[in-house]
Each structure stands twice: as C-alpha cells, then as structure tokens.
C-alpha cells in the first residue's frame, strides 16, 4: 500500500492525499520502521478511571459505627474504672488507718509493761498540733511516735489520728494529708461512701477531708467521754 511522499501518510490505492488540499492536516505520529519501511499506528485510547463512590459507601458506615460503638464502651468503662481507682485508694486508707492503730495498740501495751503512764483519753496525731489531753512528757511523747514508727514505717509518711481510751486505741483515721478526701478508718472502715466518724455520733459523708474527720470525731470523743460513769467509758461502735 502507498505513502504520501509529502506527508508519509498512508493512502489507498489512486487516492489523492489531502494534504495537498491546503488543509492543514493534524501532526502525524512518529512513524516505526518496520524492515525499513515506516508503518504508522493508531493513537492508544486512554483508559477510563473507575469511580470510587461504592467504596465510600463501605468506609463512611463502617467508620460511624466504630464511634458509635467506642462512645458506648468509654461511657461504661470510664465511670467503672473512676469507680474501681476509687475503692483502691479507700481500701489502701482503711489498710493504712488498721497499721498504725495497730502500732499505737503495741506501744501502748510497751509503755504499760514499763509502767508508764497510759490512762485516761487523749488523741494522738502525726502532727503534734492535733495532739488533744496526752498524758505523757516530752520525752516520753517522742519515744511513743519513736516506737510507732517502729511497728508502722510509714507512720512519718501519711497524716493520721487515733483516739485512745483507758491504755487502749478505740478509733484511728489516716490520709496522705489533712486535706485529702481519701480518708482511712478503722475499726469501721471507710467506704466509697465517705469515712466513718468515731462513736454513737457516727455516720458517713462524703468528701471530708482527714482534717474535718478530726473535727468531727474529736468533737464525738469529747461528748462520748462527758458521757463516762466513774468504772468506764461509754463508746459506741
């Protein structure tokens, strides 16, 4: 089959090419040479993009419900976990009031074999300032939190009071510090509740610091002890 021998266009047998025409025809492509001859090829259709829309349609759904589900969980597991740290914190209180009226307990039984004196009711405290109707002098009082330490080492790292009645801790109330409202009891112990104050006067609030909890207890173990006969001590558990 011919070629234009002005423009390299392939024609068909007797065809005039149009290029002579004075039309100006488009820029022929680059011609191959096969065995030495130029052969033209089609221009190649470029392929169509596919749409993506259908994968949206998955994706958007799937994303709301991943939300939907994790609102649900974290409005169930956040106020689980608030409430389960919570009760770690009370218990770990009520752990520490039980040790260091435990300590004041074995002190006092120390002090009572070596014949000093112990009787009467007294509050005694981490912080001398608390301190309410001890019997004992100077010395004596630092070998007391000197012995307490001994069967309570961390005696000098936590804030705490116990009420002591006749040689003998009745009630005992411990935090990290007087104004935490994370506050140990014992013998009743604390609760998610609110702390239990001493005697018949007790009852539970929440948010009351170790520092109002001395207030509230000392005022109960005033009245309690205005309350005594002359053999004993009315409290009440």
């Given at each position: 089959?011919?070629?234009?021998?002005?423009?390299?266009?392939?024609?068909?047998?007797?065809?005039?090419?149009?290029?002579?025409s004075?039309?100006?025809?488009p820029?022929p492509?680059?011609?191959?040479?096969?065995?030495?001859?130029?052969?033209?090829t089609?221009?190649?259709?470029q392929?169509?993009?596919q749409?993506?829309?259908w994968?949206?349609?998955i994706?958007?759904?799937?994303?709301?419900?991943?939300?939907?589900?994790?609102?649900?969980?974290?409005?169930?597991?956040?106020?689980?976990?608030?409430?389960?740290?919570?009760?770690?914190?009370?218990?770990?209180?009520?752990?520490n009031?039980?040790?260091v009226?435990k300590a004041?307990?074995?002190?006092?039984?120390?002090?009572?074999?070596?014949?000093?004196?112990?009787?009467?009711?007294?509050i005694?405290?981490?912080?001398?300032e608390?301190?309410?109707?001890?019997?004992?002098?100077?010395?004596?009082?630092?070998?007391?939190?000197k012995?307490?330490?001994?069967?309570y080492?961390?005696?000098?790292?936590?804030?705490?009071?116990?009420?002591?009645?006749?040689?003998?801790?009745?009630?005992?109330a411990?935090?990290e510090?007087?104004?935490?409202?994370?506050?140990?009891?014992?013998p009743?112990?604390?609760t998610?509740?609110?702390?239990?104050l001493?005697g018949?006067?007790?009852?539970?609030?929440?948010?009351?610091?170790?520092?109002?909890v001395?207030?509230?207890s000392?005022?109960?173990?005033s009245?309690?002890?205005?309350?005594?006969?002359?053999?004993?001590?009315?409290?009440?558990?």
């Amino acid at each position: 089959m011919p070629y234009c021998e002005y423009c390299g266009r392939q024609v068909a047998e007797n065809e005039v090419c149009n290029c002579r025409s004075g039309a100006v025809p488009p820029p022929p492509p680059a011609p191959v040479y096969v065995n030495g001859q130029p052969a033209y090829t089609a221009p190649q259709a470029q392929p169509k993009k596919q749409s993506l829309w259908w994968i949206w349609l998955i994706i958007i759904p799937m994303m709301l419900l991943v939300l939907f589900i994790g609102g649900i969980l974290a409005a169930i597991l956040v106020p689980a976990y608030i409430g389960y740290n919570k009760k770690a914190e009370i218990t770990s209180a009520n752990s520490n009031a039980s040790s260091v009226y435990k300590a004041v307990n074995t002190a006092l039984v120390e002090f009572d074999e070596e014949e000093r004196n112990i009787n009467g009711a007294y509050i005694i405290a981490s912080d001398e300032e608390y301190n309410w109707n001890v019997p004992f002098e100077d010395d004596d009082l630092a070998e007391f939190y000197k012995r307490i330490n001994n069967y309570y080492s961390d005696s000098e790292k936590y804030e705490w009071f116990v009420c002591i009645e006749g040689g003998v801790a009745t009630y005992s109330a411990e935090a990290e510090s007087w104004s935490s409202e994370v506050v140990g009891t014992y013998p009743n112990r604390a609760t998610i509740d609110g702390p239990r104050l001493y005697g018949r006067y007790s009852n539970e609030m929440d948010k009351m610091s170790l520092s109002l909890v001395y207030n509230r207890s000392s005022d109960n173990f005033s009245r309690s002890i205005s309350e005594k006969t002359e053999d004993n001590y009315y409290t009440f558990y």
